[in-house]
C-alpha cells in the first residue's frame, strides 16, 4: 500500500491541504465513505499487533509516569488499548459506517413559483481540529465520525498516547486512501506549538473541538477567532422534589454521582426539596458511605443528615465546584423555583435531572432548566452521544449555536440552499410585473440527491469542460 | 399605558436584565407571544402620527447630510418609513406573526429503552445583540422576529435613525407588556460605546448578529468573544457556462448585478465560458450599457467584448472587490472547473449562480460551490430570507455554524434534550446488569409540547413549591 502522509511538519500548509481534500470530500459518495470505514476497521485487524506494541510501548512510559506521580492509574487505564478495548474500537469503526448517510439530506424543499425550486441540503462542515485526552480509542472514533460525515480533520491527541496515534492514524489514512478517499483529509499535528499554530488557521479551518480539562478548554476558547464546540464545565445537578419516590431519589443520585466520576454529566451539587429532606437522608446517608462519597452540605443538610460528623459544611465555593471525584456538595431548597434558580446560576447548563412523581412539577422542571440536557427520573450519566442513540459522539457542547448537548454526526453537517430556475430575476418578482411568489412546501428530496444520497455517476460528473 | 423603560444607560447591567427577561420569554406561550404580535402591529397604527413626526426629524436631519455630502441619498430614502413603508412594516409584523410557532418543536424523539423517553425540542437561543443599519423598519422586523422567537434582544440602529428607532422601541416594549411579555426583553442601545459594552457582555449575551458594512461587521467579528451571525463580504459570481442560453444568461447577469446594486447578493464578478463567450458578449454588452453598467474585463473579455473602448481591462484586486456599484468584474475561463475554482478562491461564500442547459454541469456546480446558497439558471438577488419563504430575515450568514444563508426564525432557535425515565441508572445498562438499550425511534412529539406548542395551564405552572 502507498505510504499516507499524516503527520504535520506545517500546520499552515496542512491546514490549507485540509481544506483541498475538504472540498473533495464533500462531494464523494457515501459508499465510497462506507467502504473506507469498512477498510479503516478491517485494516484496524490486520495491524493489531503492531499498534498494540505501539500502546504497550505508550503504556511502559505512562507506568512510568504513574510511579513519579505525573499520571494517575485511572488515567493510565484508559491509556491502555489491549484486550476487549481493541475490539470494541473496531467494532465502533463499524458501527459509525452503519448510521445513516448525513450528507445531502434534503432538508427542506420550497417552491418559490411555478420553475423556481429551493432546496435545503446538509453538507460537511468543512475543516474540523479536534484536541482529545489520552485515550487512542478517541482518535479512532473522531477519525471514523469526520469520514462518515465528509468532514477534513487536524487531530491532537494527548501526548502520553503519541506512539499509539502514530500507529492508528497512518493505518487509517493508509486504509481510507485506498478507497479513493482523498489524501490530507486526516492530519495528526504533533506539539503543543502545533495547537497553538491551528488555532489562528481561521481561514482554513471551520470549528475546533476541544477535549479536556476545564482550564484546557477555556484556554482554547479564549485563544482564537475560530468557532469552538464543548465544554468547559460540568457543574451538573440532581434536585430531589417533594413529590420524589425516595428510593429513586438515591438510585438516581448515587447513579449521578458515582457511575463515572470523572466524567463531565458527573453530579456534583444535590438540592433537596425541605419537606422530603429527612426521609430522603435516612436512605441516602448510608448509600454515600458506602459508595465512599463525601458529602458538602449546607447547614440545613448537615441538621437534617445527623450533624457534621456525617456531612462536612459546605462553602460558597462548594456550589461551583466540579468535584470530579467522589466528593457531592448538597443543599437544601424551600421550593421548585428555588432549585431551577440556584441551578441556572451555579450550573454549567450541561445536564441536570428532577426526580419527582408529579408530572407537572417535572414538565416546568425541564422547561425552565436552562440546560443542554435535562432529565426527569433518570440518572445525568445518560447525557452522552452513544446512549442518546447518535452513534457516536465528538463531543458535548455547552454552548446554545450549532450543535448542543451531546454532538454527533448530525452536528458536523452544515446545509446550503440550492435553488433551480429557468433564468428568473428577482425584477420578473419586485419590478414593474410584481409576480407573486407561492412558497409552497414540497413534498420531494433535492432530484440529484438519489440513491445513496449523493451524485457520482460518470455523466454526473463530466459535462460543462 | 405604563411606561416600560426601553433605553439602556448600563449596557451590562440591560444585558443581565435581558438574560433575566430571556429565560421568562422562553416558557410564554405561543399565544401571548402572537397576542403581542397583534398588540405591536395595532399599537405603531395608533402611534402612526407620533412615529412618523419622530421619522420627519430624522429625515430633516439626514438631508443635511446629504448637503454636506456626509449622506448618500440612497441611504437618505432607506431612513424615510413614510407613505407605503410604513404600511408594509406594520404588514411585516403580522407576516411573522402568522408563521408557525418556531418553539418546543419536537426535532426527535426516541425510546432508549422501555419507559426511557428522549425528546429533542426546540427552544430559543436566549440574548440577542443586534446592531443594524439605518433602517428603522429593519429595527421593527427585528424586533418581531425575536419575540416570535422567544428571545430577547439589545438593539442598536444607525445614529441617523435614532429618534425614529426610539418611538418605535417604546411603542413596541409598551405594546408587548400589555401582552404578559415580560419587561426587559427589548432594549435599545444609544451609543458606539453601548455597542463596544455590549461586545464584552459573553456571560449574557448568547449571539450577535451585526449588519452593515464590510469593515464594521469585521470590526465586531475580531472584537468579541461571543459567537457572530453575519457576513463581512457579499462577493457573489454569475458564471455562464458553456450550454447556457445566451438570453437567459444575460437577464439573470442583469438582475444579478443591477436589481438591488447595493445589496450583498448583487452580483460583482461574471465569468464567461470560453466557447460560449462571443454569443454572450455579442447580446450582453449592449444591455449593460444600457443599464449604465460599467465593465472590468480580463485580456479575453476585452478581446471577445469588442476592445478596451467597450471593457475596462480588470486587475488583480478586481477579483476580490465588492463594488456594490454599477460596476462588474468579467473574466472568461477555459471550464466548469476553472469557474468552480475562481469561485472557491475569490468569492465569500454568500450566493453563486451558474447559467446553463445541462443539467449534470448544473449539479455538478452546485454540488462544488461552497457557498451558502448556489443557484442554477436564476439571478443572485434571490438570496433572501422572504424571497426563499422564511417570512423574513435578521441577516444572511456566510459562516458554517448554525444558521447559514438567509437566517429567518428557525435560525434564531436552538434545542435542548429531554429525557423521561422511571428511576434509571446508567449502571443497570453497563454495569453488572447491562441491559441493553433499544434506541427505537417514537413517532410522537413530546407529550407535554401540545395544542400552541408550549404548556401554559395554571396547574403545569405550580407544583412542587
Chains 1, 2 share one sequence.
Request: hydrophobic share 40%; glycine share 10%.
Amino acid at each position: 500500500m502507498a505510504a499516507v502522509r499524516v503527520l504535520s511538519d506545517d500546520v499552515g500548509a496542512s491546514a490549507r491541504s485540509s481544506r483541498e481534500a475538504a472540498r473533495q470530500l464533500a462531494t464523494s459518495s457515501a459508499a465510497d465513505r462506507d467502504a473506507a470505514l469498512d477498510r479503516i476497521a478491517a485494516a484496524l485487524e490486520a495491524d493489531r499487533d503492531q499498534i498494540l506494541q505501539a500502546n504497550a510501548l505508550d503504556v511502559e512510559q505512562g507506568a512510568a509516569l504513574v510511579t513519579r506521580g505525573e499520571l494517575t492509574q485511572p488515567l493510565l487505564q484508559r491509556l491502555d488499548l489491549g484486550g476487549a478495548k481493541f475490539d470494541a474500537t473496531v467494532e465502533m469503526v463499524r458501527s459509525v459506517r452503519a448510521q445513516p448517510d448525513p450528507l445531502w439530506r434534503t432538508q427542506s424543499a420550497t417552491e418559490l413559483d411555478t420553475g423556481l425550486r429551493l432546496y435545503r441540503l446538509s453538507v460537511p462542515i468543512g475543516v474540523l481540529g479536534v484536541i482529545f485526552e489520552s485515550r487512542p480509542d478517541a482518535l479512532v472514533q473522531i477519525a471514523s465520525l469526520c469520514l462518515k460525515s465528509g468532514n477534513a480533520v487536524l487531530l491532537k491527541g494527548g501526548r502520553e498516547a503519541a506512539a499509539t496515534n502514530q500507529v492508528l492514524a497512518q493505518t487509517i489514512a493508509t486504509a481510507a486512501a485506498g478507497s479513493g478517499i482523498p489524501d490530507g483529509w486526516i492530519t495528526l499535528l504533533q506539539t503543543r506549538d502545533d495547537v497553538r499554530a491551528m488555532l489562528s488557521e481561521e481561514e482554513s479551518i471551520d470549528l475546533i473541538i476541544p477535549r479536556g480539562s476545564n482550564e484546557f478548554v477555556r484556554y482554547i476558547m479564549d485563544n482564537t477567532k475560530i468557532p469552538v464546540m464543548g465544554h468547559a464545565d460540568g457543574l451538573c445537578h440532581v434536585f430531589v422534589d417533594v413529590d420524589a419516590d425516595v428510593g429513586k431519589a438515591v438510585r438516581v443520585a448515587v447513579d449521578s454521582k458515582i457511575q463515572g466520576v470523572t466524567t463531565c454529566c458527573a453530579a456534583e451539587t444535590l438540592l433537596v426539596h425541605a419537606q422530603v429532606a429527612e426521609r430522603f437522608f435516612a436512605s441516602a446517608i448510608s448509600e454515600f458511605a458506602r459508595k465512599n462519597v463525601v458529602l458538602h452540605g449546607d447547614e440545613r443538610t448537615i441538621a437534617a443528615a445527623g450533624g457534621t460528623g456525617v456531612v462536612a459544611p459546605a462553602t460558597e465555593a462548594d456550589w461551583s465546584t466540579e468535584y470530579l471525584d467522589y466528593v457531592l456538595s448538597v443543599k437544601v431548597v424551600d421550593s421548585l423555583k428555588e432549585a431551577i434558580e440556584h441551578i441556572n446560576h451555579y450550573g454549567s447548563h450541561h445536564t441536570d435531572s428532577i426526580v419527582t412523581e408529579n408530572a407537572a412539577t417535572a414538565v416546568d422542571f425541564l422547561r425552565r432548566v436552562d440546560s443542554a440536557s435535562v432529565f426527569h427520573n433518570a440518572s445525568t450519566r445518560f447525557a452522552d452521544g452513544f446512549r442518546f442513540g447518535l452513534g457516536a459522539e465528538v463531543g458535548i457542547s455547552t454552548g446554545r449555536l450549532h450543535g448542543r448537548g451531546p454532538v454527533g454526526l448530525e452536528g458536523l453537517t452544515t446545509y446550503k440552499y440550492l435553488l433551480h430556475g429557468d433564468g428568473q430575476t428577482v425584477d420578473d418578482y419586485e419590478g414593474t410585473i410584481r409576480k407573486p411568489y407561492s412558497h409552497g412546501s414540497l413534498d420531494t428530496e433535492w432530484p440529484a440527491a438519489k440513491g445513496s444520497g449523493v451524485l457520482g455517476s460518470k455523466e454526473e460528473e463530466g459535462g460543462g469542460a
